[in-house]
């Protein structure tokens, strides 16, 4: 039985692991429909088929290049591993996820973003080429200027143009390992929005939003900047982890202990402004130290609704997506805020100019209904939700939300990925 | 001081997560591998990893007779031997082997055989040394003939017996023997059973064998409670297991 990381939905599934471009042909050959799967961090459905192939033995570093910071690997090496070997060269991410347990091809399937969008944009715009396994077995290269439109169906692709077997990212080069963190208290949304926009030259920075601050405090929020420091040197974390052991009780989350969580994370900062020099650790990664946090969230499982809205509907659109949540009483464990930078040329990257909240919300039959209105507020703004969050969203509204998916369908069948790579996503969203 | 290290069998599953970590300490590596792409991919890897130099020898070690070339060469490169791991190994489908006596021997030869000579020949080097850690990945299917998979038991027993008396030959010389004894581990070997809880990735099992190999155990069941799980498979009488369909 496998899932995504928000356990749900459960499927019975197998999975191939090959290791030698000889046995992905193979595992390729001997199924009719199946997609790629990487360390499964994505939350719903997009990386579930009944037919999966694992690109975890797919994990070999090809080239590293520390004088100019550019770096070849396979697709199935994690970002974990990558930052081992590039940190303490002085080298960082471009572009990293709130979790460095992700596989280089699953950051491109689903162009992710960071805290730095806003300025840097996704993960693709520091990959240089990509090699794909196509749905026939054969290899094929692909860039900016070397099939340009399947690179681009690639990236933010949801592995639905082929097996990303490796490819080759342009790092960026840090000052010292830690970042110099600053932490403001936001009152309410109006304040978060204007703090967003006076730090819009900042590299970093992301709220947390209290989804369940009402009436004047709606929006609360912890809203954190971040640099890269000059001193401190590059010294990689400690491993160490505490790790949750057995799925918990569901109530365990209801909506009485999410708001003591959400006070008490408001109220540990005393002063209105905080500075500190912390490693980027757990500046980027604070939940990897506890492994295995999503069965905090009981046996029904979780998902994560993740929309963007255009800036034009800005603060307007956010206050009646966030009135929603809180009146629903589903609120979220934890709430993001994040503001964005324009789209890039993919046909499915998630990102555009403006700003994206993230919650997360335990499976319940009810909840699906409030989604369904989120989604229509969404597409009403002409924003968009993350597919690689996504676990219910309908075909309609995807088509709405994606405008460019008939150009993104012709791709596929081009080169006959649609006889290939289905998900459970794919086939629900009509791909 | 960085540590030499050889691994024979270098490309499987639990050798590669091996010798990554021995890699990230920047040890060098001597494998040896019989498929050229894979090793070759793997060097690579290493060498990014942190190793201050990999050196790779592709062989196919059921051709006993190339291990004596093989020692020698892996003598002179290394000079010393501060870690030699033993991986290498085949699965054999019993039901086919039940019906085939040649593919019966066959994985007698890449499974016991190859590896007792290998160790014949190394053993002299170490003597030589007067140090440094011999492993071998044998199993926890070599504690109890199964009707399931006995050939495959049988022959992971006969090298586990071997290295007993190794070890006890050695220990005169300074010498470590460890013998490594997994459980169900998520490898292309096994790619084909169904996976439960019982199972642990080829990383946590490699953890395990640094931590053994450092702390210089004599036996290492990996994970840990393979121990006890063994310790009752082997306790049942006979007259009652030979009954059990395990
Ligand atoms: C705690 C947490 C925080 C996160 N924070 C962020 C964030 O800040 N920003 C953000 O953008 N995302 C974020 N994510 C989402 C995550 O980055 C993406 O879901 C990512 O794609 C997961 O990578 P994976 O290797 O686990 O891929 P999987 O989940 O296994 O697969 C995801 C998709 O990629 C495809 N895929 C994977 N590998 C390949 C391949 N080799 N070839 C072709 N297709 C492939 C799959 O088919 C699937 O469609 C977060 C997730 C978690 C759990
Ligand atoms: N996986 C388990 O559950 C499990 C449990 C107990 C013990 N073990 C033991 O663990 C060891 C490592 O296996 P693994 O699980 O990591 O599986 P694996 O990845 O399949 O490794 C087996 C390795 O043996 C190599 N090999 C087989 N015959 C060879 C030959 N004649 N010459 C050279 N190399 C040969 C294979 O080479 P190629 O890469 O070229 O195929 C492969 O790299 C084996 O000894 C196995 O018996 C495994």
Same mark, same amino acid.
């Given at each position: 039985?496998?899932?995504?990381?928000? =356990?749900?939905?459960?499927?019975?599934?197998?999975?191939?692991?090959?290791?030698?471009?000889?046995?992905?042909?193979?595992?390729?050959?001997?199924?009719?429909?199946?997609?790629? =799967?990487?360390?499964?961090?994505?939350?719903?459905?997009?990386?579930?088929?009944?037919?999966?192939?694992?690109?975890?033995?797919?994990?070999?570093?090809?080239?590293?290049?520390?004088?100019?910071?550019?770096?070849?690997?396979?697709?199935?090496?994690?970002?974990?591993?990558?930052?081992?070997?590039?940190?303490?060269?002085?080298?960082?991410?471009?572009?990293?996820?709130? %979790?460095?347990?992700? %596989?280089?091809?699953?950051?491109?399937?689903?162009?992710?973003?960071?805290?730095?969008? !806003?300025?840097?944009?996704?993960?693709?715009?520091?990959?240089?080429?990509?090699?794909?396994?196509?749905?026939?077995?054969?290899?094929?290269?692909?860039?900016?200027?070397?099939?340009?439109?399947?690179? !681009?169906?690639?990236?933010?692709?949801?592995?639905? %143009?082929?097996?990303?077997?490796?490819?080759?990212?342009?790092?960026?080069?840090?000052?010292?390992?830690?970042?110099?963190?600053?932490?403001?208290?936001?009152?309410?949304?109006?304040?978060?929005?204007?703090?967003?926009?006076?730090?819009?030259?900042?590299?970093?920075?992301?709220?947390?939003?209290?989804?369940?601050?009402?009436?004047?405090?709606?929006?609360?929020?912890?809203?954190?900047?971040?640099?890269?420091?000059?001193?401190?040197?590059?010294?990689?974390?400690?491993?160490?982890?505490?790790?949750?052991?057995?799925?918990?009780?569901?109530?365990?989350? /209801?909506?009485?202990?999410?708001?003591?969580?959400?006070?008490?994370?408001?109220?540990?900062? =005393?002063?209105?402004?905080?500075? =500190?020099?912390?490693?980027?650790?757990?500046?980027?990664?604070?939940?990897?130290?506890?492994?295995?946090?999503?069965?905090?969230?009981?046996?029904?499982?979780?998902?994560?609704?993740?929309?963007?809205?255009?800036?034009?509907?800005?603060?307007?659109?956010?206050?009646?997506?966030?009135?929603?949540?809180?009146?629903?009483?589903?609120?979220?464990?934890?709430?993001?805020?994040?503001?964005?930078?324009? !789209?890039?040329?993919? !046909?499915?990257?998630?990102?555009?100019?403006?700003?994206?909240?993230?919650?997360?919300?335990?499976?319940?039959?009810?909840? $699906?209904?409030?989604? /369904?209105?989120?989604?229509?507020?969404?597409?009403?703004?002409?924003?968009?939700?993350?597919?690689?969050?996504?676990?219910?969203?309908?075909?309609?509204?995807?088509?709405?939300?994606?405008?460019?998916?008939?150009?993104?369908?012709?791709?596929?069948?081009?080169?006959?990925?649609?006889?290939? $790579?289905?998900?459970?996503?794919?086939?629900?969203?009509?791909? | 001081?960085?540590?030499?290290?050889?691994? &024979?069998?270098?490309?499987?599953?639990?050798?590669?997560?091996?010798? *990554?970590?021995?890699?990230?300490?920047?040890?060098?590596?001597?494998?040896?591998? +019989?498929?050229?792409?894979?090793?070759?991919?793997?060097? #690579?890897?290493?060498?990014? +990893?942190?190793?201050?130099?990999?050196?790779?020898?592709?062989?196919?070690?059921?051709?006993?007779?190339?291990?004596?070339? &093989?020692?020698? @060469?892996?003598?002179?490169?290394?000079?010393? &031997?501060?870690?030699?791991?033993?991986?290498?190994?085949?699965?054999?489908?019993?039901?086919?082997?039940?019906?085939?006596?040649?593919?019966?021997?066959?994985?007698? #030869?890449? #499974?016991?055989?190859?590896?007792?000579?290998?160790?014949?020949?190394?053993?002299?080097?170490?003597? +030589?040394?007067?140090?440094?850690?011999?492993?071998?990945?044998?199993?926890?299917?070599?504690? *109890?003939? +199964?009707?399931? @998979?006995?050939?495959?038991?049988?022959?992971?027993?006969?090298?586990?017996?071997?290295?007993?008396?190794? *070890? @006890? *030959?050695?220990?005169?010389?300074?010498?470590?023997?460890?013998?490594?004894?997994?459980?169900?581990?998520?490898?292309?070997?096994?790619?084909?059973?169904?996976?439960?809880?019982?199972?642990?990735?080829?990383?946590?099992?490699?953890?395990?064998?640094?931590?053994?190999?450092?702390?210089?155990?004599?036996?290492?069941?990996?994970?840990?409670?393979?121990?006890?799980?063994?310790?009752?498979?082997? @306790?049942?009488?006979?007259?009652?297991?030979?009954?059990?369909?395990?």
């Amino acid at each position: 039985m496998v899932s995504g990381w928000g =356990r749900y939905p459960f499927i019975e599934a197998t999975m191939l692991n090959p290791a030698s471009l000889d046995e992905f042909r193979q595992a390729l050959s001997r199924q009719k429909h199946c997609i790629a =799967r990487g360390l499964g961090r994505s939350y719903g459905d997009s990386a579930l088929a009944n037919e999966m192939i694992s690109l975890r033995r797919m994990d070999h570093f090809i080239a590293f290049d520390a004088k100019n910071g550019i770096l070849s690997c396979e697709a199935g090496v994690s970002l974990s591993d990558i930052l081992k070997v590039i940190v303490p060269q002085g080298w960082f991410l471009p572009v990293t996820p709130g %979790t460095k347990y992700v %596989t280089f091809g699953g950051a491109v399937a689903s162009d992710v973003h960071g805290k730095n969008h !806003h300025i840097e944009g996704c993960f693709s715009e520091f990959v240089q080429s990509l090699t794909l396994m196509l749905s026939d077995g054969s290899l094929c290269e692909c860039s900016r200027d070397n099939n340009p439109a399947l690179f !681009h169906a690639t990236c933010g692709g949801m592995g639905l %143009t082929g097996l990303i077997l490796r490819g080759t990212l342009v790092l960026k080069k840090m000052s010292s390992a830690y970042i110099h963190q600053v932490m403001i208290k936001a009152d309410n949304l109006d304040a978060v929005f204007s703090l967003f926009e006076q730090n819009a030259a900042s590299t970093y920075s992301v709220a947390w939003i209290d989804c369940l601050a009402k009436g004047k405090t709606l929006g609360r929020s912890l809203f954190m900047l971040g640099e890269h420091s000059q001193e401190g040197g590059y010294l990689l974390p400690p491993e160490k982890h505490l790790t949750v052991p057995l799925v918990m009780p569901a109530t365990l989350l /209801n909506s009485y202990s999410i708001a003591a969580f959400n006070a008490l994370y408001f109220h540990r900062q =005393r002063q209105k402004e905080q500075h =500190r020099f912390v490693h980027y650790h757990p500046f980027f990664y604070p939940l990897d130290s506890l492994l295995h946090w999503n069965r905090l969230y009981g046996k029904k499982g979780f998902t994560q609704y993740q929309c963007v809205l255009p800036k034009a509907a800005g603060l307007l659109g956010m206050k009646e997506i966030l009135k929603k949540i809180t009146l629903s009483r589903r609120g979220s464990f934890l709430s993001v805020l994040k503001s964005c930078g324009p !789209h890039n040329q993919n !046909h499915l990257s998630f990102p555009i100019e403006g700003y994206s909240l993230a919650l997360d919300f335990k499976i319940e039959p009810e909840l $699906f209904d409030l989604l /369904n209105e989120l989604d229509s507020i969404v597409a009403e703004y002409q924003g968009r939700v993350y597919l690689t969050k996504d676990v219910r969203l309908s075909e309609a509204m995807f088509k709405r939300m994606y405008p460019r998916w008939e150009e993104f369908l012709a791709i596929r069948i081009r080169y006959g990925a649609d006889q290939k $790579f289905h998900s459970y996503q794919s086939d629900r969203l009509g791909l | 001081m960085s540590k030499n290290i050889l691994i &024979i069998g270098a490309t499987s599953a639990i050798a590669t997560a091996v010798a *990554r970590q021995y890699a990230a300490q920047g040890a060098t590596l001597y494998l040896v591998a +019989r498929n050229e792409e894979k090793v070759q991919v793997l060097s #690579n890897d290493l060498r990014i +990893r942190g190793a201050k130099d990999v050196i790779s020898k592709i062989a196919d070690v059921d051709f006993l007779d190339q291990h004596e070339a &093989i020692v020698k @060469n892996i003598c002179v490169e290394l000079k010393q &031997i501060d870690i030699a791991l033993i991986a290498h190994g085949v699965l054999p489908d019993q039901k086919q082997v039940e019906n085939d006596v040649g593919a019966t021997l066959k994985s007698f #030869n890449t #499974n016991a055989l190859s590896t007792i000579s290998l160790l014949t020949l190394l053993a002299h080097q170490f003597v +030589r040394q007067q140090q440094g850690v011999i492993a071998v990945i044998t199993s926890v299917a070599g504690d *109890r003939g +199964r009707q399931s @998979n006995y050939v495959y038991g049988a022959s992971k027993s006969m090298v586990s017996t071997f290295l007993q008396g190794l *070890r @006890n *030959r050695l220990f005169f010389h300074h010498v470590k023997v460890l013998d490594i004894k997994p459980g169900f581990v998520d490898t292309p070997m096994v790619a084909h059973l169904k996976k439960s809880a019982l199972w642990a990735q080829p990383e946590k099992v490699a953890k395990d064998i640094l931590y053994a190999i450092d702390k210089k155990k004599d036996i290492l069941y990996t994970p840990f409670f393979w121990r006890y799980i063994m310790l009752i498979i082997k @306790n049942i009488p006979e007259c009652l297991f030979k009954q059990l369909k395990l």
